[in-house]
């Protein structure tokens, strides 16, 4: 039987099990409490998540649950009208404490921009307003904000940035909290299988084990006498109290093992909760993924990155499919996080529920960005920004992690960099300088004149072996054109035109043939250059950013087993184009560092001064993020940022019977909590415009789930035609 106000309808297969309204937001504000004491801010918390459904004491809404109910069991369609519930509470919190306003408003909508959310409570009915609060006080809500919360308020607030930033990490307690409340009503099931049994302890213990195993049987060679130091000294760092790190170690240097090892350690050293590896290209999360659950097991590591967007447009009930496809989102409550920084990054900035949820459970955390110098300089101002009030406010750990660092210490015109002195290396600069010497593995040569693809063709057909790393898709589908022939069972393509379960299969296949010495050509963007581990004795690399050549170079004879070094060619295509924007502006400072005479590739100082001119030719806030931060203007603040400026949609690809059968049953039972995690290996994404002028192609098979019914090529992947596929900022980053 209905109780006389309820937050939620009952479950499909419990007709008569309403969620009472008093314990959805007693239970809410609870949770929200605890998740905000990890920073100081429970009390804060707590009130939001206790104001947060008040509307639903309004009769009318209460009248639409019996109409949901009703239609849900006689096979109906839901009510058409709703009756919007967050803005009471928000307008009680503009009355009493006005801090929690914004929160509560967009609790299912989005953060707000705050002019246009004062006019709407402005034209609110005064009177169904204090009715509402009549009812909310009959069950003993109190609506009277605690002295407390006021003055947790006030040891956070520093400056507008510093409570832009605190409104946030609020807002993903209510949220979060919210929607576990709401999963755990209408799928008990579902919600118990969130969290996990594991902690960082677990993970360093069995990490512990794993490696000390390794490099006891590992040979006595140059590369993996670097490897042991490498590990060594990590652990050493793990005991420094938290705060920015810079871990430099040239490639093939077990940077992927040794930085885990070092956040681990570091977490369990200082009681932080999780560890969250971020990196930019879905091909390196693909392998580290498969590192780290080959030492963990496969449930102990979280992959977060190319993930179906909730169709969030209906906001105000949770009986729809749309709000089952939210409940169904990450909220990252697992000790280990693998995921790209345009997740990461994204979400700090974003103001949608489904992308804010996980933000608290970045507190008390040890964040690697793994391959750092790929974040984008126009964006530099405001992510370091909240990097160092993450590091100063809420007990994280920052590890700047990469062969070729950027030059983010030090505050100049140019950029706002973490304070000069602040970041620690983890590899002493001498020590670190002695491991690039010790590891040169290859030889570069830079040709004068210009390669037209056929070229390229006639140098790397000759080869067993080879790697050929282009600039954009459509320059490196020419080229394999120019190789392909009916006998080319030795050639292989990678790059997001293929989906993650095809990456990986592709590389088993080029690793395999590289072990066992039969030819093996691989013609690529740069998702390979940067993390993935092959080991070519001849690499081709399209001249573009000095950082992207050298990590390419990282592919050729990585293992250092050679007698004589690898050969590492970089080529100025005579046809195709650079990547507009910064993509250039690097392409023009590596022009000019490539005209010295005895120009040192191993030596990491390079680096810094490349990064260094780079930025000055640049706008670090191009978008201009902080005015809009400032204003606590959220939806502006979420459109500007955009790592990959062109937004994009996944799409699914039937690429297996796994992922037939998961599309089968997602048509039959709809998104449920676990779905979106098993779909990632099938996704491909499409730029704004590939997936409009691609309608007839694919089919909306669950809110926010597009599958592609076009041709997909066994070996080149999606086909999207010619026209779309001239430059994708997706290789370049995601």
């Known amino acids: 039987m209905k109780p006389q106000f309820a937050a939620h309808t009952p479950p499909e297969n419990q007709p008569n099990q309403w969620h009472p309204l008093k314990a959805h937001l007693g239970k809410v504000a609870n949770r929200a409490r605890r998740f905000a004491d990890k920073f100081q801010a429970g009390e804060l918390g707590y009130f939001a998540g206790l104001w947060h459904d008040l509307g639903k004491y309004n009769p009318n809404f209460q009248k639409y649950l019996v109409q949901c109910e009703v239609a849900s069991r006689s096979g ?69 904000i605690s002295p407390v919360a006021t003055q947790q308020l006030m040891g956070l607030f520093r400056d507008e940035y510093s409570y832009e930033l605190l409104l946030r990490l609020l807002f993903s307690c209510l949220v979060d909290s919210d929607f576990l409340d709401t999963e755990t009503h ?42 042991s130091q490498v590990y060594q000294t990590c652990l050493d760092a793990a005991q420094l109290a938290p705060g920015v790190f810079r871990l430099a170690v040239p490639t093939g240097g077990g940077k992927t093992r040794s930085g885990l090892a070092f956040a681990l350690a570091h977490a369990v050293e200082h009681e932080l909760d999780r560890v969250i590896v971020a990196v930019p290209y879905t091909s390196i999360i693909e392998q580290t993924v498969e590192v780290y659950r080959d030492i963990f097991g496969q449930e102990a590591v979280l992959e977060h990155h190319s993930t179906v967007k909730p169709d969030e447009g209906n906001q105000e009930d949770a009986r729809s499919r749309q709000a089952q496809a939210r409940l169904a989102t990450q909220n990252w409550d697992a000790p280990l996080i693998v995921t790209t920084t345009v997740q990461l990054f994204e979400s700090l900035f974003a103001n949608r529920t489904s992308r804010c949820r996980k933000l608290h ?126 006998d080319s069972d030795h050639i292989f393509h990678l790059s997001t035109l293929l989906c993650g379960q095809h990456r990986r299969e592709v590389l088993q296949q080029v690793r395999d043939r590289l072990a066992t010495h039969q030819p093996c050509l691989l013609v690529s963007t740069q998702v390979v250059e940067a993390g993935v581990d092959l080991d070519f004795p001849v690499v081709y690399r399209a001249i573009g950013p000095l950082d992207r050549i050298v990590q390419a170079a990282g592919r050729c004879n990585r293992e250092g087993r050679r007698v004589e070094k690898g050969q590492v060619t970089v080529f100025r295509p005579q046809e195709g184009k650079l990547p507009p924007g ?59 940022f955009k790592l990959i400026p062109d937004d994009t949609t996944p799409v699914v690809i039937e690429y297996d019977d796994r992922a037939r059968s998961l599309v089968h049953r997602i048509r039959r039972d709809g998104l449920r909590a676990g779905d979106l995690k098993a779909l990632q ?40 035609g010619d026209a779309a596929i001239v430059r994708d900022p997706a290789d370049l980053i995601f």
Not at 211 to 224: C, F, H, I, R, Y
Not at 416 to 440: C, Q, W, Y
Not at 687 to 706: D, K, M
Request: charged fraction near 25%; proline fraction near 5%.
């Open 681 to 720: 290996p099938y996704l491909v994404n499409l730029r704004s415009r590939e997936f409009r002028e691609t309608e007839e192609l694919r089919e909306l098979i669950a809110p926010g789930v597009w599958l592609w019914q076009g041709n997909y090529h066994r070996t080149q992947g999606i086909e999207i």
């Open 361 to 486: 459970n970045i507190v008390n955390s040890v964040i690697i960005l793994d391959e750092v110098q790929t974040l984008p300089a126009s964006l530099l101002k405001p992510i370091l920004g909240v990097l160092k009030e993450l590091c100063r406010q809420y007990r994280v750990t920052v590890v700047l992690c990469t062969a070729t660092q950027p030059a983010l210490e030090g505050e100049s015109r140019y950029l706002e960099g973490f304070t000069a002195g602040t970041v620690r290396d983890i590899i002493p600069k001498a020590m670190a300088t002695e491991h690039f010497t010790n590891l040169s593995r290859v030889h570069y040569t830079v040709p004068l004149e210009e390669w037209s693809w056929a070229t390229v063709a006639q140098h790397v057909q000759p080869h067993e072996q080879a790697l050929v790393i282009l600039n954009t898709r459509k320059d490196a589908l020419a080229v394999l054109d120019k190789l392909l022939n009916p």
């Open 186 to 227: 209408f799928d008990p099931e579902m919600a118990a299988k969130r969290g996990s049994q594991i902690g960082v302890t677990n993970l360093w213990e069995t990490l512990r084990t794993a490696q000390d195993e390794l490099l006891t049987k590992a040979d006595d060679t140059p590369v993996n006498r670097v490897r």
């Open 582 to 640: 910064e993509y250039h502006k690097a392409f023009k400072e590596t022009s000019i560092l490539l005209q010295r005479e005895n120009l040192n590739w191993d030596d990491p100082s390079i680096f810094d001064e490349y990064f260094r001119k780079l930025y000055m030719g640049i706008d670090t806030d191009a978008q201009e993020i902080q005015k809009y931060r400032e204003v606590f203007d959220f939806p502006e603040v979420a459109t500007r």
């Open 76 to 144: 109906g369609a839901e009510p058409r009208d709703r009756v919007p519930h967050a803005i009471y509470g928000a307008k009680l919190a503009t009355e009493k404490f006005k801090p929690l306003a914004q929160l509560i408003y967009g609790h299912h909508g989005g953060l707000p921009q705050e002019t246009h959310m004062n006019n709407r409570i402005a034209e609110l009915d005064h009177a169904l307003h204090q009715e509402i609060l009549q009812h909310a006080a009959s069950e003993a809500i109190d609506l009277e």
